[in-house]
């Protein structure tokens, strides 16, 4: 039964919901008019304020999965495709947070509403939880909110955290909110956490043991190895020859792009013919990224200009594209890791094309994916040009060691795999459960 009063309330998120109520008024303007060149979070503005898409059919059970941005909705399509397969009549509510996140939703065919999700005020939450109406919300990765959680605790419907990651950081800044998210967590029926790290991090959150599960990342299952001809394919798009090496430094950050190039100049003295494939975590800074190319004099070509023929370097100013591009290189350097505070982005996309993989030394945040794979020697730290160049070298002028690593980590990325089977059982049995309780 739905709970309409707050008397119980404990202080801190009565407080939350209070100046949430206040911002509320506030915020319609000021968001949408920062947000107006923002092509898709303008198309969908009314969905930040609550006024999400309401559900086009009738169902037994609604899903409310929330995926923050492009790679949480990859780790999550395994699941959702099974929870579809094994459910045909579920209702599957997808909501993000960032454009990217947006655009790979939209591709899902098996989804039945896709949306940004609203801002976590009162009056927007409130009002999406009736357009909604879930009978479960799962949450992947992070992104917490405590206005919706508690909403969802007072509605009795039951609240997920799959393939769930917090940081050493996150944890402490959580806990430096005072009660505010060590109650969030608590509302939570459990807890799935990628790794023991995250465990240790949610039981200093003061969540009981019971609540929390480490079954892995959903990740290792998205990501499955490029037909021949479909890389074929993508190698004539990118204007390479089949005998050009490549290597692709991906997700790179402010202050990345000038150590990968100063790396990148050293190794065309030994490899002429050597392309990098340059992409920037955000595509907001593909101009600045564009400009620091031309001012240290690299030929270059952007992505979307189809060039007649490749260049030392092409710089990807696409959306969604960097997974697949993975499979046109013999390497990889994964970026926000090479400057502090970093904490990495996922090596996995790479390593499941069998790539050996460069990454800094500041990856807090993957910590559990690099460990593994530093041990299975299929990634290798590096913290300056002169590292990756070298490690770089090495690797392009053996093509016998390459291989080898690219069996080391189809076995590796195989190891890994079935996180998505478990939680689409999961969730499955949550919702039976809830439709006979």
């Known amino acids: 039964m739905v709970k309409n009063n707050f008397q119980r309330c404990p202080l801190m998120i009565l407080l939350y919901h209070l100046l949430s109520l206040l911002l509320s008024v506030l915020l319609v303007p000021l968001?949408?008019?920062?947000?107006?060149?923002?092509?898709?979070?303008?198309?969908?503005?009314?969905?930040?304020?609550?006024w999400v898409p309401a559900k086009t059919r009738q169902s037994e059970k609604t899903l409310w999965l929330h995926a923050l941005s492009m790679g949480e909705v990859i780790a999550a399509t395994p699941v959702l495709k099974l929870l579809r397969e094994q459910n045909p009549k579920l209702y599957i509510a997808l909501s993000v947070t960032t454009d990217s996140g947006y655009e790979t939703a939209r591709n899902l065919d098996f989804v039945d509403n896709v949306f940004f999700h609203p801002l976590d005020c009162l009056p927007f939450t409130q009002l999406a939880?009736?357009?909604?109406?879930?009978?479960?919300?799962?949450?992947?990765?992070?992104?917490?909110?405590?206005?919706?959680?508690?909403?969802?605790?007072?509605?009795?419907?039951?609240?997920?955290l799959f393939n769930g990651r917090i940081s050493e950081r996150a944890a402490q800044r959580y806990l430096n909110a005072g009660s505010l998210f060590k109650e969030t967590f608590q509302k939570f029926h459990k807890l799935y956490m990628?790794?023991?790290?995250?465990?240790?991090?949610?039981?200093?959150?003061?969540?009981?043991?019971?609540?929390?599960?480490?079954?892995?990342?959903?990740?290792?299952?998205?990501?499955q190895p490029m037909p021949d001809e479909e890389k074929e394919q993508l190698r004539q798009t990118f204007k390479l020859k089949a005998d050009t090496p490549v290597w692709i430094a991906g997700s790179t950050h402010a202050g990345e792009e000038e150590i990968i190039l100063s790396a990148h100049r050293q190794l065309l003295t030994k490899h002429p013919d050597l392309v990098?494939?340059?992409?920037?975590?955000?595509?907001?800074?593909?101009?600045?990224?564009?400009?620091?190319?031309?001012?240290?004099?690299?030929?270059?070509v952007r992505r979307s200009e189809n060039p007649e023929q490749a260049k030392s370097i092409i710089l990807l100013d696409t959306m969604g594209e960097?997974?697949?591009?993975?499979?046109?290189?013999?390497?990889?350097?994964?970026?926000?890791?090479?400057?502090?505070?970093?904490?990495?982005?996922?090596?996995?996309?790479?390593?499941?094309?069998?790539?050996?993989?460069?990454?800094?030394?500041?990856?807090?945040?993957?910590?559990?994916?690099?460990?593994?794979?530093?041990?299975?020697?299929?990634?290798?730290?590096?913290?300056?040009?002169?590292?990756?160049?070298?490690?770089?070298?090495?690797?392009?002028?053996?093509?016998?060691?390459?291989?080898?690593?690219?069996?080391?980590?189809?076995?590796?990325?195989?190891?890994?795999?079935?996180?998505?089977?478990?939680?689409?059982?999961?969730?499955?049995?949550?919702?039976t459960a809830v439709k006979t309780a």
């Open 129 to 160: 939880l009736c357009r909604i109406n879930p009978d479960l919300y799962v949450v992947t990765d992070t992104g917490f909110w405590p206005g919706l959680i508690d909403l969802l605790h007072r509605k009795n419907v039951p609240t997920l």
């Open 322 to 431: 960097l997974a697949k591009v993975y499979a046109l290189g013999q390497l990889a350097f994964v970026g926000r890791s090479l400057i502090p505070p970093g904490g990495g982005h996922s090596l996995i996309e790479p390593l499941s094309y069998g790539l050996a993989v460069l990454h800094g030394p500041f990856i807090e945040n993957i910590g559990h994916v690099t460990d593994k794979a530093d041990k299975h020697g299929i990634a290798f730290t590096v913290h300056n040009a002169e590292e990756i160049e070298e490690k770089a070298h090495a690797l392009l002028e053996n093509q016998t060691h390459r291989k080898e690593l690219a069996e080391k980590a189809s076995s590796f990325i195989t190891e890994q795999q079935g996180t998505s089977k478990r939680m689409a059982e999961i969730i499955t049995k949550l919702l």
């Open 194 to 223: 990628q790794n023991s790290n995250g465990e240790k991090a949610a039981l200093a959150l003061g969540v009981n043991r019971e609540h929390i599960e480490v079954i892995g990342d959903s990740k290792y299952d998205a990501h």
């Open 31 to 50: 968001f949408s008019l920062t947000t107006l060149l923002s092509k898709h979070k303008w198309k969908g503005l009314v969905h930040h304020f609550g």
């Open 276 to 300: 990098l494939i340059l992409a920037p975590r955000r595509t907001e800074r593909v101009e600045e990224v564009a400009a620091l190319l031309k001012k240290e004099n690299f030929s270059f």
